[in-house]
């Protein structure tokens, strides 16, 4: 196959960029990206290959500590690993009823905000919990991509957020399961979720900051809780992690609504994470359920 024939050849020949100027030829071709998406972003472009993926160094902290670094993700998509990747493109037409019982018991209550580089991560009070077929899960963190990973009938959108949580009660040597709930966003209305915290970002990475609940007018973030009630309505299909390992014990539960944020809090986010989405996946016979 050619990419494995081209495996060993420096990855800015095969992209002919020439070494010397790869950050800033990669940055200008990034904004052009991004200006493409937001101008139609109801379009699927192939601008994907240029996109960051991160590196995770935990298998039990999604996206923490992680490093965009994404070379190998690129030379030999789906040859390093099992056939249950994500993301993935989902075929509405396709999906089956699957009818999961689902049910939560979320507060919300955001305790800090991360700026880790490659994105923003909202750290919730202990707590939460979202039980899925009798199956319990342990909220963990909650974070963004630009553009979306998922994508829904071939449409990709400007924003996905994550909201990961791991099985309870799991032993140490039993690979880590998550359940992680995708929202996809498209340009519209200021979302008020995000507009209560995206004053607390932190400007540089690495850095964290507190969020005093009681500066922020409705600290219980009932928007979120309303974000959550839209569980009845999604896509069900296991996956993977979408940075590496890649891990294949994920349940991925896409939301069928496309939520709204406004450009500038996209953008903000972007300006931030810069574009941290890992390209499709091949879905091979896998089923995806309502
Ligand atoms: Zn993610």
Redesign the pocket.
């Known amino acids: 196959m050619r990419l494995y024939q081209h495996r060993n050849v420096p990855i800015h020949h095969r992209f002919g960029i020439h070494p010397d100027s790869d950050k800033n030829r990669m940055k200008n071709e990034k904004s052009t990206i991004i200006k493409k998406i937001y101008k139609q972003f109801w379009i699927l472009g192939l601008g994907f290959l240029l996109l960051n993926c991160t590196q995770e160094k935990n298998k039990d902290d999604?996206?923490q500590n992680a490093k965009p670094n994404s070379q190998s993700d690129y030379l030999l998509p789906g040859l390093d690993h099992g056939l249950l990747q994500s993301p993935i493109n989902i075929l509405s037409k396709e999906a089956a009823t699957g009818g999961h019982t689902i049910s939560l018991n979320f507060t919300g209550e955001i305790d800090k905000v991360e700026n880790l580089g490659h994105t923003v991560q909202l750290d919730l009070k202990p707590g939460n919990t979202i039980t899925v077929d009798r199956r319990t899960f342990e909220y963990k963190q909650m974070?963004f991509?630009t553009p979306s990973?998922h994508l829904i009938d071939g449409i990709t959108y400007p924003m996905e957020m994550?909201v990961v949580n791991t099985l309870k009660d799991q032993q140490e040597s039993e690979t880590t399961e998550y359940l992680?709930l995708a929202f996809l966003v498209k340009m519209g209305e200021e979302n008020t979720f995000i507009a209560h915290f995206i004053d607390q970002i932190p400007k540089e990475e690495g850095e964290v900051n507190e969020i005093d609940l009681n500066a922020l007018t409705d600290s219980k973030m009932s928007n979120a809780a309303n974000l959550l009630k839209e569980l009845n309505s999604y896509y069900y299909y296991k996956g993977s992690l979408?940075?590496p390992p890649h891990t294949e014990s994920v349940n991925w539960l896409v939301m069928k609504r496309i939520f709204e944020a406004s450009p500038e809090q996209i953008l903000r986010i972007n300006e931030i994470e810069g574009d941290n989405a890992r390209h499709i996946q091949a879905r091979y016979e896998r089923d995806i359920s309502e």
Do not use: G, L, P
């Open positions: 999604v996206h974070h991509h990973e994550h992680v979408t940075t």
